[in-house]
């Protein structure tokens, strides 16, 4: 079992900044990929971005490059996403997802190949 926490949401004027983490614990040593996922209001849930617990492999969904950066600190298991130039449109509950086995990056932005999942943190972009 991987837990998985996120935090460091909240409300932010448009073109603002905000840094997610997602802390892991439980059997992380068999992690193989993280990403992040989100769901606006009366939407599905949409890709943001994933990366291997390794760091090696990142992928971006096409509306975040630019603005969003994944990143990994492995000594903390903690997972973060840099969010800049923030957008009404980014307004959002973001998840964490972990994936035990192998993943191919093209498969990264597939929300059922992932195992675990945190609770959300709520993003709120005020135009």
């Known amino acids: 079992q991987v837990q998985l926490v996120e935090s460091g949401g909240g409300l932010v004027q448009a073109g603002g900044s905000l840094r997610l983490s997602c802390a892991a614990s439980g059997r992380t040593g068999s992690t193989y990929a993280l990403g992040w996922f989100r769901q606006g209001p009366g939407t599905e849930r949409e890709y943001v971005a994933g990366?291997?617990?390794?760091?090696?492999?990142?992928d971006y969904a096409d509306y975040t490059k630019g603005r969003f950066t994944i990143s990994m600190d492995n000594a903390k298991n903690t997972l973060y996403l840099q969010m800049n130039n923030l957008k009404p449109e980014d307004t959002a509950v973001y998840y964490c997802a972990a994936r035990q086995r192998y993943l191919g990056v093209d498969e990264f932005k597939r929300p059922e190949k992932y195992d675990y999942w945190g609770h959300g943190t709520q993003v709120t972009v005020s135009s």
């Open positions: 990366m291997s617990w390794s760091g090696l492999h990142t």
